[in-house]
Each structure stands twice: as C-alpha cells, then as structure tokens.
C-alpha cells in the first residue's frame, strides 16, 4: 500500500519555543497531536541559516556535499559576491527522488528551490526566487499564482519603520499562501505535499525579544500570529486522511539578539585585513597585502596565493600559523557592555565540512588548500551574537533593526504515523526518513 505523507515546515521555529506555546494552551491543535505522535529537539547544520539548512533537508546531503554555505558566496578568481541558488546546489533532491519513483509531489516556498527544477508534480519557489513565473514548475502554474495574488516573501522593509504595517504584511502573505496550499491540496491525490512558512522567521527577527519581554502590544501579536500557525496546523491534521503521514519541523531555533558582530572590521583592527579604499563596497576593495577576510556567517578565508585573486599566504605553514593566530584572537573576543564572550567555537574548515581529523588534513600539499571551496575557519557565535560579513569600516558591534537571531542546537521535528530516530540527529537526516517511509 502506497503511503502518503504532508509535511509543513516552520522556518526558524525552535523546540523550546513551541514546548512554551503548548504549555500555556495556545497550540491546543499541536499539542494534541504530539499526544499522538511526538515532538523532538533537533540540530540544525553548520552554518545554521535558511538556505545552509534547507539544501540539507531536501539533498540529505551536508553542506559541503550539497555546496551552499550561505546567503552569499564569492568567485575567488575575482571576489565577486553572488547569492548562490538552486542551480549551484549540488545532488538530487528529495522531490527528484520522488518523482523517480512515480510519486507525485507537491513543493511550495521552501528556499534554494529557484530556479525549480523538473519533478513529476508541482514546484513552487520560496525565499531567494524572485520572479513567480520563472520560479515555477511547470511554468504555467506560475500564471495561475499570479492571478491568485500569491506573493512569495512578505516585505520585511516594512518593519525597519512601521512594524504594525509590517506585521499586517507577514499576515497577508502567510492568509494568501494558506489559500493557495488549500487549492492545490484538493486538487489531486498528492503522494508527498509540502508547504514551507518563511513568516515565522520573518516575524522573529522582529519581534523576538518583545516575546521575551513580553512588551505590549507585541508580545499579544506574537502570540496571535502562532494561534495562527496552529489553526493551520489543526486544518491541516483534519484534512488529511487518518493514516497518512505527517511531519512539522524547523531549520534552526531563534533566541535575542545582544548583538551584531562585524568580523571583517575585527580582521582589520587585527591587522590581517586591509583596503585600498576608504569605503569598501565588496570584496574588491581589499588590499593585495591582506591575509584573511570573512563572509556571513563567521566563515573566515585566508587570503591564498593560487586561490584568491590577489592571493598573499604562499605556503602551508604560513597558512597554518595565520589560521592558529585568528582562532586564538578571536576567543578573546568579549562584549564590551557584559564581558561575556563572543565566539563560543571556531572550527578549522575541515572539522566542519569534510569531518575529517584535523592532522590528516594537515599532511595535504598546499595545492590541495588552493582547491578548497569552504572556509578556512568557521566562527560559531555564543548565543545572541550575529556574525556578520558586511564591510563596515569603524563598526564593529551593531544591533539595528533585528531583535532575534538563529541558534544551532534548537529546531524541532514533530509528527504522527511516522517513525523517527530515537537518538538526536540534524536536519540532513530527515529526507532518507521521508524517503523510507514512502517507499
């Protein structure tokens, strides 16, 4: 018998926050299906960020086996920035591997989807799409969105200004694509539907700390918009037949911002990074006599002769002495209100995106250094802290417009009438627990 299964995912939501939210009777419809079923703590990938982890999710792949690190990227050979998006993103997906198999899919906003790629179904673009004509497979489907007035991100400029206006959007957005899941649910018997809701991040970054706070009239908005999310929840679970399958889950968890930290603007009070202009705009504008700069989030390069355009470090001990240096320094990192230190780990590169020891990577030529495409050292910021890439001369702590940030080790995964692994496990493990049981 061919099994079926739903599956809905909550950008950015953590497990804690949800355990909160049942406690106090305000998910009555999850809690009764954890009743049911479960709800479980899951990890995120390194780095935690949406489009890090939801590659993962649909490859089953890590990150430097599916090949996207971040929101932004760079062409060593010129330091271009880019914003990498599907068609970089190595392996096959969860819905290709499907549709391999006859089933038919349903894939709706999930971010790295754009450009959409052919499966035996339905595929609609999320977070980084920015076209809902070309973000939609088959393309014909994108007139019939467009038509509906389905919009695939809510306007997050708003809440820099207006965070009353920006609210009413992310309601909008999140009523209109709840429609539109709505529709194409009833149109056919799917074998694996999914919906992904970016407006639980988008809110959070905003509001966060107001729920922490509970600072009115936010904390009530906050609290309005996940009674929301579990009237879907609860639709959703009443909609679909009693034996088929049904998982929730989440990238990565959410805790308030202290602070936005600028590591490239650290790297140059340190002395290993330099500009040949007064005001950097990109990568270009670094000068040739640097020896490390950063990307979002906390990814460190050395600046590799061979590699880098204007590549400086020349041989393997150089290279190791600068890398040993920066992870030091940076542990000195503190919060100059608190005191409290910033980095909580910095991995070398390899630790993170090849999992090998860090010995038997040290017996490669440089050559093999100069092919390298992940980071030389990966930063992990203490909870609260935002490690940021932007070029920002004389700034090196910040808090803007955000009050909420991600955090690693708290996303969550719940379900009924599915099988789960007992022990703890990241994101990347649930695409070969979908396959199995469908298959």
Excluded at 191 to 201: C, Q
């Amino acid at each position: 018998m061919t099994k079926r299964i739903f599956v809905l995912a909550l950008d950015g939501t953590p497990y804690s926050l949800l355990k909160k939210l049942s406690a106090l009777n305000i998910m009555p419809n999850l809690t009764g299906m954890i009743k049911k079923g479960f709800l479980k703590q899951m990890d995120s990938v390194y780095p935690p960020v949406s489009s890090v982890a939801w590659a993962s999710f649909m490859t089953g792949l890590p990150p430097a086996g599916h090949g996207i690190l971040g929101f932004v990227e760079r062409d060593p050979k010129t330091m271009d920035w880019y914003t990498p998006l599907a068609d970089r993103l190595k392996g096959r997906t969860l819905w290709e591997k499907l549709s391999d198999k006859g089933k038919r899919v349903f894939v709706m906003n999930v971010p790295m989807t754009y450009p959409p790629r052919m499966i035996n179904g339905i595929s609609v673009c999320g977070f980084l799409g920015n076209d809902i004509l070309k973000g939609t497979y088959p393309e014909e489907m994108g007139y019939l969105l467009k038509s509906m007035g389905y919009r695939i991100d809510a306007n997050t400029e708003l809440a820099k200004s207006d965070l009353f206006l920006f609210y009413k959007d992310v309601m909008d957005v999140l009523h209109k694509r709840i429609d539109v899941m709505n529709y194409f649910w009833r149109r056919e018997s799917w074998d694996f539907f999914m919906v992904h809701i970016m407006e639980t991040d988008r809110l959070q970054h905003f509001f966060w700390e107001f729920f922490e706070t509970k600072k009115q009239p936010f904390y009530d908005m906050f609290i309005q918009f996940y009674r929301y999310i579990d009237k879907i929840i609860g639709d959703i679970l009443s909609g679909i037949p009693d034996n088929m399958g049904f998982l929730a889950l989440s990238d990565h968890g959410f805790t308030t911002l202290k602070k936005e930290v600028y590591i490239n603007h650290w790297l140059e009070q340190m002395g290993y990074l330099r500009y040949n202009k007064t005001n950097p705009q990109n990568l270009k504008d670094m000068d040739g006599s640097s020896l490390a700069y950063s990307l979002y989030p906390g990814r460190i390069y050395i600046n590799l002769r061979g590699r880098e355009r204007w590549g400086r470090v020349a041989s393997e001990i150089e290279y190791e002495i600068i890398r040993n240096e920066i992870s030091q320094k940076l542990y000195t990192l503190k919060d100059p209100d608190s005191g409290e230190s910033i980095i909580k780990k910095v991995f070398k590169g390899e630790e993170v995106f090849e999992n090998v020891p860090t010995a038997s990577f040290e017996n490669r030529s440089f050559d093999d250094l100069k092919n390298r495409f992940f980071p030389d050292l990966l930063a992990v910021a203490g909870e609260g802290y935002d490690l940021k890439g932007n070029l920002i001369p004389g700034a090196l702590f910040k808090k803007k417009h955000f009050n909420g940030t991600h955090t690693y080790d708290d996303a969550f995964i719940a379900g009924q009438n599915i099988s789960i692994p007992s022990e703890r496990f990241s994101i990347d493990r649930i695409s070969k627990i979908i396959l199995e049981y469908v298959e």
